[in-house]
């Protein structure tokens, strides 16, 4: 039987400030070289692919991922003039334009997927599904190699069990022989479903103005980056790319970190650790995890946590470089509150 070739796992190229170091029980991690002050972004990274979620296609650029509107400065440009629009929408003239050879590729087949039986069915696992083709479709437009993508964490049989894992690789596998049906695809089989496994570990939210999930990205470098309950660092989208800001001073050696969750918001500490067991397979240990599960909680602890929340906390969960809590309004997700 000859053996299948497949081209290289394209490298990943970092920042001059950070380096990708090997952790032993926690894969690959970014670590500091240099110095990095508060408030300076630590991380930009253009998403290889991303998913707007269908209801949320006519408020969100396709290419900034900002919001769009029938008036005022971000108006509404679909993607084309023609009947036979997908549904993507971008807030510009010049965002329609920087996208136009990209969505290209894939616009009549994402306008297929968007109109399948597989939408009328409404059941959970046939939403999974065109969101998955969805994502390939995104992915493949992307002129860069497909491989880039397992620079992430596929989800496999081997993975951590998470709820619905056995659904979730049934479905990855379906998207794949999904995406040959509507277009030619030179990669062996099983390259398309690891690529989109990689969303279950990976993913990145995107986020509208009020707080909901519009979709999500997918960055590989971005990927590197260890969850903390107690991070050095916020995560943001700004202007289509996905970025970090250093929360504090961060020193030579030290790793960074992002929350992957949101912190209070009516969720307690305990909800907060099963989540992120449930999706991601492992147990935070962070600062703010041991402090809050200690029994002989040190008051300069509790005090320390106290004061990060009032600086970086927004009071929907979400945390930023600076909130505004004065309002109890969320404010996090717009681009101004990134400002320095």
Request: with cysteine.
């Amino acid at each position: 039987m000859a053996s299948v070739f497949l081209p290289p796992i394209p490298p990943l190229t970092v920042p001059p400030h950070l380096r990708i170091v090997d952790v032993p029980g926690a894969g690959r991690n970014l670590v500091l070289v240099a110095r990095q002050a508060e408030g300076a972004v630590v991380l930009v990274d253009e998403p290889f692919c991303h998913i707007v979620h269908q209801r949320f296609r006519c408020f969100t650029c396709d290419n900034c991922y900002n919001f769009t509107s029938i008036d005022g400065p971000n108006l509404r440009f679909p993607c084309s003039e023609t009947s036979s629009s997908c549904g993507v929408h971008y807030c510009s003239a010049s965002c329609r334009s920087l996208k136009k050879a990209r969505h290209s590729k894939v616009c009549s087949l994402t306008n297929l997927v968007s109109s399948s039986p597989l939408k009328k069915k409404k059941k959970s696992s046939d939403k999974a599904l065109q969101t998955y083709v969805n994502l390939l479709l995104s992915a493949v437009s992307n002129p860069s190699p497909l491989r880039y993508l397992e620079n992430s964490l596929p989800e496999t049989p081997f993975t951590p069990s998470t709820p619905g894992k056995s659904k979730r690789l049934t479905t990855y596998e379906v998207a794949e022989s999904t995406l040959r049906t509507l277009l030619p695809c030179p990669l062996p089989p099983g390259s398309y479903t690891r690529a989109v496994s990689t969303s279950h570990f990976n993913a990145v939210g995107l986020y509208d103005e009020y707080g909901s999930e519009s979709g999500y990205l997918l960055s590989p470098l971005m990927a590197l980056v260890n969850h903390s309950c107690y991070p050095n660092c916020g995560q943001y989208v700004e202007d289509g790319m996905v970025k970090l800001r250093a929360l504090r001073d961060l020193e030579v050696g030290e790793e960074i970190f992002y929350s992957y969750v949101s912190i209070g918001g009516g969720i307690t500490g305990e909800e907060r650790r099963k989540d992120i067991e449930g999706n991601w397979g492992f147990v935070c240990k962070c600062f703010r995890c041991r402090v809050e599960e200690g029994e002989g909680r040190r008051r300069e602890e509790v005090e320390e946590l106290e004061r990060f929340d009032e600086r970086h906390v927004c009071c929907c969960g979400a945390i930023s470089f600076r909130v505004d809590r004065s309002e109890e309004e969320c404010l996090c997700h717009n681009a101004g509150i990134y400002d320095e």
